[in-house]
């Protein structure tokens, strides 16, 4: 059973920054694409970065310039950098992994179909 569990997460003023960090407990999920989403309040969870097994990265209009996702496949994890915060970036973050299309409360960001989860971190940035 694939397992994640990520980190970094705290309270930071706007402009402030934090490094949110997910480790994977399968061995081989550095084949796979991870990704960082994010459920502000009221709000839908939304793709915010995506990293392919060449680390090839995609970013939400919101973050980039200010995020960056990177992985480091002898440690089974992924990091989501972020800069510049403002408070509309207040959310919970988690961090995913590719699955099959059928794995239930799965969700499709940059074409993949993410549909295992972390329990998340919470980030909360004030004005």
């Known amino acids: 059973q694939v397992r994640l569990m990520e980190s970094g997460g705290g309270s930071v003023q706007s402009g402030g920054s934090l490094r949110l960090s997910c480790v994977v407990s399968?061995?081989?999920?550095?084949?796979?694409?991870m990704g960082w989403f994010r459920q502000g309040p009221g709000k839908e969870r939304e793709g915010v970065a995506a990293i392919d097994r060449d680390a090839r990265t995609q970013y939400a209009e919101s973050v980039k310039g200010r995020f960056t996702i990177s992985r480091d496949p002898a440690k089974n994890a992924v990091y989501l950098q972020m800069n510049s915060l403002k408070p509309e970036d207040t959310a919970m973050f988690y961090c995913?992994?590719?699955?099959?299309?059928?794995?239930?409360?799965?969700?499709?960001?940059?074409?993949?179909?993410?549909?295992?989860w972390g329990q998340g971190t919470q980030v909360t940035v004030s004005s």
């Open positions: 399968v061995y081989t999920h550095h084949k796979y694409c």
């Open positions: 995913a992994t590719e699955s099959p299309p059928f794995t239930r409360g799965g969700q499709y960001y940059a074409g993949v179909h993410f549909g295992y």
